[in-house]
């Protein structure tokens, strides 16, 4: 009787399965949080009972496409800077999965399982429904699909354990593949002793622009810091910055003063101002001319958790929280020009979100042919990824804003992969219980774990070595190269969301889409 009701009720069976997997997620086995990822386990254990409680493609498919845009647009602002460092990387994800297919092989055939059941477990133990979908196309048969019930799970489970032990690790590359988290700036007043200074331009250029001067105080007068302002013994001025470089810059002016200038609020004031204006956001913070019109500066922006320093290149999102200083009679007027509404800076663009998503969508209908009438395409999640990509670097294009504010990414983000997962799990698990009904389960298991086995090793051992890739941005990649939101997931929940995870992430996941789809119908063929 419930199992009817859940059948007839599908958004009941969908929210249940969310539920369920979220209390469970809460869960800790040996102090590690099981997190989003229960709710593709619940899911199949659920799913399990009758093959009914599957739910639409659909839902699967909405959900895999907020998920990867948003990711894209998050990381868009970096991955291509990134790209530029981090291509050795690429190639060893690409080096990984092409090891893994013929780990597969020679595994599946030492098993006596059909090329296409090898497809299928390859499909699996890499977590990638995309390259499932093509090895079936291709092959013109059902037997991929029960490779991939089989191996799915341990798929999932293997690498979850693999960035565990990653997030552990202590080896750190040679070159990192991505940048350093940006570091905790500081405060810091320096009385001026020093004779012969230059410029504060020049000063800020001396130390590679990584900081800011926001006060001066010159004859007994506090005032805003100009570019221009020549430093003299007895001035005192404000710099913000990461801490060993303002180190750096006191011990060039002066010492450390005991009068703080941010203290006096006379004339001058400061305030976080939320970036909630459209026509400002997705411009660099250099074209505003904060100086000119309001005789003010802004010195940090906070994205998320993270301060940044406000360098002039630095694009403002809406969202974005902006340290402003300015004269105290002019501090209404620069918050309106931002805008300073907590409503709109957390609300959603829809234009520039569904016109975002719809060019992701057409990306992912690409198709290039193959040799034998096959065709290899991103599909909806590269497809959204990549457009997320492009255009989260192009931030807005004329009237149109591209980029989402960052909590509200992460919660679209967040919600599109437990609507995967939900879908994922309860298509697989009648399919897991047949397969080890017919005897094939041993076999097929066996081949998934050698092949998730090896790509996470390679990965683990390799990556710091040789892709430039440790830590948070291993943890991403590996969970990008297995193309599976339940891993970065628990990669996030480990790393309480550290940027670089994504990074790692959007880093590897296309070309791992693109290698996937392409050689899984080719296991299938050459088997």
Same mark, same amino acid.
Request: aromatic share 6%; proline share 6%.
């Given at each position: ?238 710099? *913000? ?47 505003? =001319? ?150 094939? =389960? ?68 296309? *070309? ?6 392409? *050689? ?8």
């Amino acid at each position: 009787m419930i199992v009817d009701l859940l059948v007839e009720h599908t958004v009941l069976l969908y929210f249940l399965y969310i539920a369920i997997g979220a209390v469970l997620g809460q869960i800790r086995i040996r102090g590690v949080l099981i997190g989003p990822a229960a709710v593709l386990f619940s899911a199949l254990a659920i799913s399990a009972i009758d093959e009914r409680l599957a739910l639409p493609e659909i839902v699967g498919q909405i959900g895999l496409v907020l998920f990867a845009y948003c990711v894209g647009v998050n990381s868009g602002p970096t991955f291509f800077d990134t790209l530029r460092t981090g291509g050795r990387a690429v190639a060893l994800v690409a080096v990984t999965l092409l090891v893994g297919a013929g780990v597969a092989m020679g595994a599946g055939a030492l098993t006596g399982l059909s090329p296409a059941l090898t497809a299928g477990a390859f499909t699996g133990a890499l977590t990638n429904t995309p390259a499932l979908a093509a090895a079936t196309e291709q092959l013109e048969s059902a037997e991929p699909t029960v490779g991939y019930s089989v191996t799915y799970v341990f798929g999932v489970v293997g690498m979850l354990i693999a960035v565990a032990f990653a997030l552990r690790g202590k080896t750190e590359p040679k070159v990192s593949a991505v940048p350093e988290p940006e570091p905790e700036l500081t405060m810091r007043s320096v009385r001026v002793e020093n004779t012969g200074l230059p410029s504060l331009r020049d000063l800020i250029t001396e130390f590679d622009d990584r900081i800011r001067f926001s006060r001066v105080r010159h004859d007994r007068r506090v005032s805003i810091a100009t570019d221009d302002f020549r430093p003299a013994p007895g001035d005192v001025v404000s710099v *913000i910055g990461p801490a060993n470089v303002v180190s750096d810059v006191v011990d060039r002016l002066g010492h450390e003063s005991s009068l703080h200038l941010e203290l006096d609020r006379k004339a001058l004031d400061f305030r976080r101002i939320a970036v909630s204006n459209h026509a400002v956001a997705g411009r660099p913070l250099g074209e505003l =001319g904060l100086l000119d019109r309001f005789g003010a500066t802004a010195t940090r922006v906070r994205r998320g958790d993270i301060d940044f320093l406000a360098t002039d290149d630095f694009v403002i999102h809406v969202g974005d929280r902006v340290r402003i200083t300015a004269p105290k009679a002019r501090m209404d007027e620069v918050s309106s020009f931002f805008g300073d509404s907590e409503h709109e800076a957390s609300a959603l663009n829809p234009i520039g979100f569904m016109v975002g998503i719809v060019i992701g969508l057409l990306i992912g209908l690409i198709a290039i042919p193959l040799p034998g009438g096959g065709k290899l395409s991103l599909g909806i999640a590269g497809g959204a990824l990549v457009a997320g990509l492009v255009l989260g670097r192009l931030h807005r294009t004329g009237p149109i804003l591209w980029s989402i504010p960052f909590p509200t990414a992460n919660a679209l983000g967040q919600y599109g992969m437990l609507a995967f997962l939900a879908y994922a799990g309860s298509t697989s698990g009648s399919k897991l219980v047949t397969a080890l009904e017919t005897g094939l =389960g041993p076999p097929l298991f066996l081949v998934g774990l050698i092949v998730t086995t090896t790509a996470a090793l390679m990965l683990r051992f390799l990556g710091p070595r040789v892709g430039g890739l440790s830590g948070p941005v291993l943890a991403g990649a590996m969970a990008g190269a297995q193309t599976q939101p339940a891993v970065l997931a628990f990669a996030n929940e480990r790393t309480k969301a550290d940027p670089r995870v994504s990074l790692g992430y959007a880093l590897v996941y296309p *070309i791992a889409m693109i290698v996937k789809v392409l *050689i899984a119908p080719l296991i299938g063929l050459v088997g």
